[in-house]
């Protein structure tokens, strides 16, 4: 806090008057899902990012991000989205989400401070949005809801930066609660929460730094039809979570998906898979079943590898390191670690849970893979963390 304290003053001239924060996040299973109304799992994390604010006597917007020394600005009345803008787009798109709610906001100066970089996937601008809208809201005394807060940030995604809103990375950086993953409903628009129960494990979060090598174009499977055609797959269940679930004939899946593509059966295929996934980790979890919660997260990362197309392999050399750290003959149906390629994008982010005693075996390979494949990864090891806040003295 000192140093954010710091840079503002020495940036504005002045402490800064709010401080807010919001966690970074990583998505456990179904990020991709959220077109055809599944369910996504998040973790926010104990990565947080800052924002400070102050307010300025003119409309100016002004910006700086102190770990990359950039500075930005714009105008209270006539601020545009900008590519090389970047960062600050997330800012600006967040005050746009409230002028245009009929919110009344004054220049404002802003300084974002952040260990972990914007590039690394790791729900960073959503985290910028969040601790900006929190910071916005108590700095001008708003009168505001949680619906209305999801607005906002709504409005600013989808009109002023023309892209999807995806609420699983909203409610994981507003509504998260320690100790909980969170669950988004994509179906009811809502959130819940469920605890990371598993004591002797750690959790590591790793950005391997594969450059992201877009081998398809994920908006082709988002089609109505598409969602028509696993809406039809649907079958209600009043004793699984969610009330819901994919029927698992696959002679039927397979009559009913008979009239797509090669390609999008797979990749359909892997949306009901996922799903399955989803409400198998769901029970594990209430069940303190480790064993059940590692197969279903090693298992989406097969389905997300071998019929979503997603992964690549350097990623999986490393998950396949994870699995070999006590290789025995029950590792499949009772592993002692587990990971998966995580982030919308395809390549570079992972997250593996293993046990306490084999951090260091883990870091090995890390290092290993550096010197094989030339890329040099940060790890982070993280735990469950709470949702954006204001930062008190």
């Known amino acids: 806090m000192k140093v954010l304290n710091d840079a503002h003053e020495q940036e504005y001239g002045e402490k800064p008057a709010v401080t807010s924060k ?32 102050s307010k300025r006597q003119d409309s100016s917007l002004k910006f700086y991000f102190h770990q990359l020394n950039e500075r930005k600005h714009a105008n209270l009345t006539s601020s545009k989205y900008k590519k090389e803008d970047r960062w600050a787009n997330a800012i600006k798109s967040v005050v746009y989400g409230y002028i245009s709610g009929g919110f009344d906001l004054g220049g404002v100066n802003f300084t974002v401070y952040s260990e972990i970089l914007p590039s690394a996937g790791f729900g960073v601008t959503t985290a910028i949005k969040a601790a900006t809208l929190l910071a916005l809201k108590q700095l001008f005394s708003l009168n505001i809801t949680e619906v ?40 009811t628009n809502s ?40 809406g039809d797959l649907r079958e209600r269940k009043a004793n699984i979570y969610g009330g819901w679930r994919y029927i698992n004939n696959i002679t039927d899946i397979n009559e009913e998906l008979s009239e797509v593509s090669e390609e999008t059966r797979r990749r359909l295929l892997c949306m009901i898979r996922e799903h399955g996934d989803v409400l198998d980790v769901v029970d594990s979890i209430q069940k303190i079943d480790f064993f059940k919660f590692a197969r279903s997260i090693n298992h989406s990362h097969e389905s997300m590898r071998d019929f979503y197309d997603l992964s690549c392999p350097e990623i999986d050399w490393i998950l396949k390191r994870v699995s070999e750290l006590e290789p025995n003959l029950e590792m499949v149906t009772n592993p002692i670690s587990c990971g998966r390629i995580t982030g919308k994008g395809f390549g570079r982010c992972l997250y593996v849970v293993i046990r306490d005693s084999d951090e260091e075996k883990f870091k090995a390979k890390l290092s290993e893979f550096e010197k094989i494949f030339g890329y040099k990864t940060s790890c982070y090891e993280v735990t469950p963390s709470d949702g954006a806040s204001i930062v008190r003295d």
Request: charged share 20%.
């Open 22 to 53: 919001s966690p970074c996040r990583f998505h456990l299973l179904g990020e991709h899902s959220w077109f055809f109304k599944n369910k996504t799992i998040s973790m926010a994390v104990n990565l947080p990012v800052y924002v400070a604010v």
């Open 148 to 187: 209305q807060m999801l607005q906002v940030i709504e409005r600013g995604n989808k009109l002023f930066l023309q892209k999807e809103n995806h609420i699983a990375d909203n409610f994981s950086a507003l509504f998260a609660k320690k100790d909980n993953l969170i669950i988004t409903d994509h179906q």
């Open 191 to 230: 959130w819940d929460y469920v605890p990371f129960p598993f004591e002797g494990k750690k959790i590591f979060l790793v950005d391997a730094k594969v450059p992201r090598v877009t081998v398809w174009q994920e908006d082709t499977l988002f089609e109505p039809q598409n969602a028509l055609l696993l």
